[in-house]
Each structure stands twice: as structure tokens, then as C-alpha cells.
């Protein structure tokens, strides 16, 4: 009985002794200064590890992979592309890595303190892999949009020629001394567009857009969506009048001959009430 608890003692001791020196670095280290895009992430697993940049938002980028060892307590990085070594070693904080020798990742000084990041380690590949699902999320995302503008343009385009019975430049008649000076112009070949201007300086551009429109036997529709309103043209064809706008909306269409860019004319034509 004693030979076997003397045998059990000294196979306890071997493994303790067996382990001194070979610390378990397993865990994921950050690293970042203010002339860096994102934070640079070392992420040690086992025998391996990975560096990477965590460019935010869930986007990475891999640099390269390595394999782990330790000597002498000190984590050992070696690239399994090239000869590149990096050395590394605990910090004071017993969490952090102190890095001996950063210069052979291009950094200026040898000595950084990589701050150790409670959530790794990281599943790279799987990040990866979700990265690569989302950018082609994205990329979809956006041919669907290139191809809804390409109809839309095209939509736009066929019903061009009908704006002929609406063309000129055309005043919002203000309402309210907060109303801001508007022009819209509506013309076959620019088809319709709309500036705003602070009433008391036409330098001062409050807004653009170029609002979808439809030439129907009801009048001209312009707007997108449940902003869309329809407009009717007076006999005379001088004045566009909302037909079903919450609050009284009309349009005078300016003298052909004169330019809205004369602040003075134009500020006289949508009123000051």
C-alpha cells in the first residue's frame, strides 16, 4: 500500500513539474494605435493561431496563420508561409501579452502591450465564412438596386414625351412666411426637378431631388410612393394646382423670358405672405 501511494505521489509531482514553464496561452490579444485602420487581433488556439485585422462592423481581414509553441514561458508565433518569428511573453497584468520583437510586423518599436480581449478565442474560418455570406448579401443587395434604377430610368424616359403640355419653370406659391422659395422645373429632356431655397438667401440651397412623376389622363402624378400627388394644369396652362394635398398647394409657372435666378423676380413670383 505504501509502495503504491509513494508511486501515485511521484506521478503527481512529474506532471506539475512537466507543465512548469509550458503556460497556456490560449486566448485572443488586441493591439491598437492611432495610425491604424481597426484593431489587430491575435487569436491563439492550441498549437495555432491566427493574426487579423477587426476592421468593425464584422468585417476582417486575415494576415496570417502560425503555429504556437512556448519556451522558457515565452509564446512563440512562427508564420507557416515564411521564416517570420514573432516572441511574446505574459505582462504584468497576468492577462496581457507583452510583444518582444513587433518590428517584424512593421511596426516602429519592438515593445507593445497587446491587450487581452475576454471574448476570444475567435472562430476565424466561421467569421470568415459569415463575412463572405454578408458581402454577397450586399453585392446583391445593390445589383437589385442597379437594376431597379435602370427600370425606373427606363420608366421614366417613355413617359418623357408626355410632360410637353407641362414644360416650364414653376414657382411654389408660399402659403406661410416659413415656407421656403421652391422651383420646380419640368421639361421633356431633364424631365422633372425640384430645388428649395431659404426664402431670404437663394444662396443657401435647402434641397434637391428629382421626384418620379407619371403624365395620366387625370393630370400629372409627381412624387415616390404615398408621397405622390396629383397635379392639374389650368386651362391657361400657367398655374399647377395639388388636387389631393392635405393643405391648398399651387404652382405659377414663370415668364419664359425672364430668369429665376434673379432673386428678385423670383421671390415676387412665389409671394410673401
Given at each position: 500500500?505504501?509502495?503504491?501511494?509513494?508511486?501515485?505521489?511521484?506521478?503527481?509531482?512529474?506532471?506539475?513539474?512537466?507543465?512548469?514553464?509550458?503556460?497556456?496561452?490560449?486566448?485572443?490579444?488586441?493591439?491598437?494605435?492611432?495610425?491604424?485602420?481597426?484593431?489587430?487581433?491575435?487569436?491563439?488556439?492550441?498549437?495555432?493561431?491566427?493574426?487579423?485585422?477587426?476592421?468593425?462592423?464584422?468585417?476582417?481581414?486575415?494576415?496570417?496563420?502560425?503555429?504556437?509553441?512556448?519556451?522558457?514561458?515565452?509564446?512563440?508565433?512562427?508564420?507557416v508561409s515564411s521564416s517570420t518569428r514573432l516572441v511574446m511573453r505574459r505582462n504584468v497584468d497576468e492577462r496581457s501579452l507583452d510583444c518582444l520583437n513587433c518590428k517584424v510586423l512593421?511596426?516602429?518599436?519592438?515593445?507593445?502591450?497587446?491587450?487581452?480581449?475576454?471574448?476570444?478565442?475567435?472562430?476565424?474560418?466561421?467569421?470568415?465564412?459569415?463575412?463572405?455570406?454578408?458581402?454577397?448579401?450586399?453585392?446583391?443587395?445593390?445589383?437589385?438596386?442597379?437594376?431597379?434604377?435602370?427600370?425606373?430610368?427606363?420608366?421614366?424616359?417613355?413617359?418623357?414625351?408626355?410632360?410637353?403640355?407641362?414644360?416650364?419653370?414653376?414657382?411654389?406659391?408660399?402659403?406661410?412666411?416659413?415656407?421656403?422659395?421652391?422651383?420646380?422645373?419640368?421639361?421633356?429632356?431633364?424631365?422633372?426637378?425640384?430645388?428649395?431655397?431659404?426664402?431670404?438667401?437663394?444662396?443657401?440651397?435647402?434641397?434637391?431631388?428629382?421626384?418620379?412623376?407619371?403624365?395620366?389622363?387625370?393630370?400629372?402624378?409627381?412624387?415616390?410612393?404615398?408621397?405622390?400627388?396629383?397635379?392639374?394644369?389650368?386651362?391657361?396652362?400657367?398655374?399647377?394646382?395639388?388636387?389631393?394635398?392635405?393643405r391648398s398647394e399651387r404652382w405659377a409657372k414663370a415668364d419664359p423670358k425672364k430668369d429665376l435666378s434673379d432673386r428678385r423676380y423670383a421671390r415676387e413670383m412665389a409671394g410673401n405672405?
Open positions: 500500500m505504501s509502495t503504491l501511494f509513494k508511486f501515485a505521489v511521484t506521478a503527481v509531482i512529474g506532471a506539475l513539474l512537466s507543465g512548469c514553464g509550458n503556460e497556456d496561452f490560449t486566448g485572443a490579444y488586441r493591439f491598437k494605435d492611432s495610425g491604424m485602420i481597426g484593431t489587430m487581433v491575435l487569436n491563439v488556439h492550441g498549437d495555432e493561431a491566427e493574426l487579423f485585422g477587426d476592421l468593425g462592423k464584422g468585417d476582417i481581414k486575415p494576415f496570417s496563420k502560425m503555429k504556437v509553441s512556448v519556451k522558457d514561458e515565452k509564446l512563440l508565433l512562427d508564420d512593421g511596426m516602429r518599436t519592438d515593445e507593445h502591450v497587446w491587450k487581452y480581449d475576454p471574448e476570444g478565442p475567435y472562430d476565424v474560418d466561421q467569421m470568415l465564412k459569415e463575412q463572405a455570406r454578408k458581402n454577397e448579401e450586399a453585392l446583391n443587395a445593390e445589383l437589385e438596386k442597379m437594376q431597379r434604377e435602370v427600370l425606373e430610368q427606363a420608366r421614366r424616359d417613355s413617359e418623357a414625351p408626355k410632360l410637353e403640355p407641362y414644360e416650364g419653370d414653376w414657382v411654389y406659391q408660399r402659403t406661410t412666411k416659413h415656407d421656403p422659395l421652391t422651383i420646380m422645373g419640368i421639361w421633356r429632356e431633364k424631365q422633372i426637378r425640384v430645388w428649395s431655397f431659404k426664402f431670404d438667401n437663394m444662396d443657401h440651397r435647402l434641397g434637391y431631388e428629382k421626384p418620379g412623376f407619371e403624365v395620366t389622363d387625370a393630370g400629372l402624378k409627381i412624387g415616390d410612393g404615398s408621397k405622390t400627388h396629383l397635379y392639374s394644369l389650368s386651362a391657361d396652362k400657367k398655374v399647377l394646382t395639388c388636387m389631393d394635398c392635405k405672405p
